[in-house]
Structures are given as structure tokens and as C-alpha cells.
């Protein structure tokens, strides 16, 4: 069986509903060896208490802890850098920066033949992990990569030029690159000469756990109230956008779920909202539990977010149409439009979509989901990693 290696953003104990823990589940369970490389995970984590970043997860990752699997363990290793927190890293040249987040007072060639030796494919998330392919590359010439960029790199105005570069030599030096979605692809075929001819590519969408969202589940306390509209979402939405939507529509609770907290200029007007409730964030394995139990769900955007971001159609729409549940969004893509979601450009149209949505008790798409199920996308990567170990 083939053995590999995952260099992802998150610890194996997030349990995401997608992405790498999704892929490294099945491959592990297929009776793949795998290895859940956290990264990065820089010293200065000791000193932080984010679910990614903290002193436990530093202790407990850097000699690697192993999870059961069905009959089979994946281990999530990590291996601590030197690299600065955000704020100070303005002050420091690009290649210094770089060096930072790659380098340890402990050898990294060490580290990786000890965890990574006799790994066949290493499969690179869209983040400071692709200022490790020339590390790999040099180590494991032999092992084959797959670039899997969820959110294109490139696409960021805000990320810095040194990233940037990576992630165009990781496209040239992946065996295959997996964009999720058409949007991502057309990007690297405009901004990266000779993509098309040169790299080779298999559009591979994320998927959603239909099953659980048609299930029933106990209503969690804050949606137990008539015409709930729920966020739920890892990013911060329009919180001004919210605030209005909840002066106006004082019938409908409005109940936010996210573990990024508002800002300060707007703390103070969620708690004189009566009908705005704020939740700092759930388990992943609790989201099927909120979503079904939600009267609508609304998805409010910050206005630049879906231009900037190549998503396409994101998990949680998909997550809203399994559970038929109606949905509102605020400033995404257009292509929503063909599933009946309502999208909204404007404050005033955002509002009137809530109103006009929360009395419909549930909404049957005509989009086959069948195809985005989990099971069939992973078997998809799974096939796609055996022919890589086997050409």
C-alpha cells in the first residue's frame, strides 16, 4: 500500500467537515500509510491559545500523536520553525521571512527521513507548505506531488510576493495540481504562463456529508426561537450588513456562528439586539446539529470577498440545499444563481431576500448533490493518488 504524507494548515483534531482531513480519513481507512503533516507551527505558538495555534498543540505535534482509524492509525506530526508572528514580519525582507518559516534549531532533512521516508505522494495544501517543495523535491526526488489549492494563492492581493512565487514553482513541479472548482483553474491559466500546456490538472470540486444533513438532530438553545436565519461560517461576514438586517427585520433572530469575534466598534450593537444572538464558534461534527435545525440561512458576505476569493460554490451551500433549507446570500458568485439561491448585490435587496425566505419551511433543489458527496470524491483522489504510484 502506499504511503502518504499531508502538509496542511490544520491539526488532525479540528475534524473539519472537508478539505485534507476529508482525503486523509479515506486514505488511511483504504489502508494507506498516513501522515498528517501540521504546518507551519512556529515556537512563538507556545504563547497563543487558538484552536490551531497553542501551547498544547506544540507539545503534544512536535513528537507526533497517532489516531485509530478504522483498523488502520494515521499520525499528525509537526515540526516547529522560527518564524515570526504576523505583526513583525512587515519589518523583515521576503527571503529572510521565508527562510524563518522553513528552518528550526533541529534539521529539517532529519525530521523528514525519520517521518517521510518511504513516502511514495506528498500532497501540499494551498499555504506556507509550498515554501517546502524544493525541501521535499531535493529529499525525496523519487515521490511524487500533488498540489491541492482550495484557495489559489495567487489570487490573494494582500499575500506576499515570495508566496506567490512558490506556489508557481509548485505548479510547475506538481505531478498533478487538483483545483476545487473552474474558477480557481481559469485563474491559473491567466496568471501563469504556458498552465495550460505545461501542468497537468484535474478540476476535483469539494464535497459535503449529505447524509448528516438530512438527519434530525436536538436544536441547539439559540435556534430555539421562531424565524431563525443562520450564519455559520469560519470567516467573519459583513457584521455591518447584520446589524442592519436585525434593526430592520426585528421578527426574525438572527444567530451568528463563527469563531472570529466582531469588531470592537460592533460588540457593543450586538448586545443591545435583541434579536441577534452572536456564538463564538462550534465543533465540526456539531454543524449538521445548527443547520438543520435553522429556519434559513444567510450567507453575508463582506463585499470584496467572492471577487478576491476563486471559491466558486462553497460547502455551505451545499450543506443548506441537503438539508433543504432556503438560502440567502449577500455578494458571491453569480453561479449560485442556478441552484435557486437567492444572491443579493444590494443592502436593501439582502433584507427584503431575509423577509421574503423565512417563512418557507423547506426547499427542495433540483441539483443532484450525489455527485458531491464525500465518498465519491475521495474515491476519486484515491484513484488519482494509485496512478500516481503506480505509472
Not at 505558538?45 to 485509530?68: A, M, T
Not at 451568528?256 to 456564538?279: A, Q, S, W
Not at 467572492?306 to 460547502?315: E, L
Request: charged share 25%; glycine share 4%.
Amino acid at each position: 500500500m502506499a504511503k502518504v504524507v499531508f502538509i496542511t494548515f490544520h491539526n488532525w483534531e479540528t475534524k473539519r467537515l472537508g478539505g485534507f482531513h476529508k482525503f486523509a480519513e479515506y486514505c488511511c481507512e483504504k489502508g494507506m500509510e498516513t501522515v498528517f503533516f501540521s504546518f507551519s507551527r512556529p515556537y512563538y505558538i507556545y504563547f497563543k491559545k487558538s484552536e490551531r495555534l497553542n501551547k498544547g498543540v506544540l507539545k503534544k505535534l512536535v513528537g507526533g500523536k497517532k489516531y485509530k482509524l478504522g483498523g488502520n492509525t494515521l499520525l499528525n506530526i509537526t515540526f516547529p520553525t522560527l518564524a515570526l508572528p504576523g505583526p513583525l514580519r512587515t519589518f523583515v525582507p521576503d527571503r529572510l521571512n521565508t527562510w524563518l518559516i522553513t528552518n528550526s534549531v533541529k534539521s529539517f532533512s532529519k525530521f523528514a527521513r525519520n517521518y517521510f521516508k518511504g513516502t511514495d505522494v506528498f500532497v501540499f495544501e494551498s499555504n506556507e507548505s509550498v515554501f517546502l517543495i524544493n525541501k521535499i523535491k531535493k529529499l525525496f526526488p523519487n515521490s511524487k506531488i500533488i498540489y491541492r489549492p482550495s484557495d489559489p494563492i495567487i489570487a490573494n492581493s494582500n499575500i506576499s510576493e515570495a508566496k506567490c512565487i512558490f506556489e508557481k514553482e509548485i505548479l510547475n513541479l506538481a505531478d498533478i495540481v487538483l483545483p476545487v472548482n473552474e474558477q480557481g483553474l481559469q485563474l491559473y491559466e491567466k496568471v501563469v504562463s504556458g498552465f495550460k500546456n505545461n501542468v497537468t490538472y484535474k478540476v476535483l470540486s469539494n464535497g459535503v456529508d449529505t447524509c448528516l444533513f438530512e438527519k434530525q438532530y436536538k436544536k441547539p438553545v439559540a435556534l430555539q426561537k421562531a424565524n431563525t436565519a443562520l450564519y455559520m461560517g469560519a470567516l467573519a461576514p459583513n457584521w455591518q450588513l447584520i446589524i442592519k438586517a436585525a434593526k430592520a427585520l426585528t421578527n426574525v433572530n438572527f444567530v451568528i456562528v463563527c469563531p472570529e469575534m466582531p469588531d470592537d466598534k460592533y460588540k457593543k450593537e450586538f448586545e443591545n439586539i435583541r434579536n441577534l444572538c452572536f456564538v463564538p464558534g462550534v465543533l465540526s461534527e456539531d454543524v449538521p446539529k445548527w443547520v438543520t435545525n435553522a429556519d434559513l440561512i444567510i450567507v453575508p458576505n463582506p463585499e470584496d470577498r467572492y471577487q478576491d476569493k476563486p471559491w466558486g460554490i462553497t460547502a455551505k451551500y451545499y450543506q443548506a440545499m441537503a438539508a433543504r433549507k432556503p438560502i440567502v446570500a449577500y455578494h458571491d458568485t453569480i453561479e449560485l444563481e442556478k441552484l435557486s439561491v437567492s444572491v443579493s448585490y444590494s443592502e436593501n435587496d439582502f433584507i427584503v431576500a431575509i423577509q421574503d425566505s423565512i417563512g418557507c419551511e423547506e426547499q427542495r433543489y433540483e441539483y443532484d448533490l450525489r455527485k458531491k458527496n464525500w465518498a465519491v470524491v475521495c474515491q476519486e483522489f484515491v484513484e488519482i493518488v494509485n496512478e500516481l504510484c503506480y505509472v
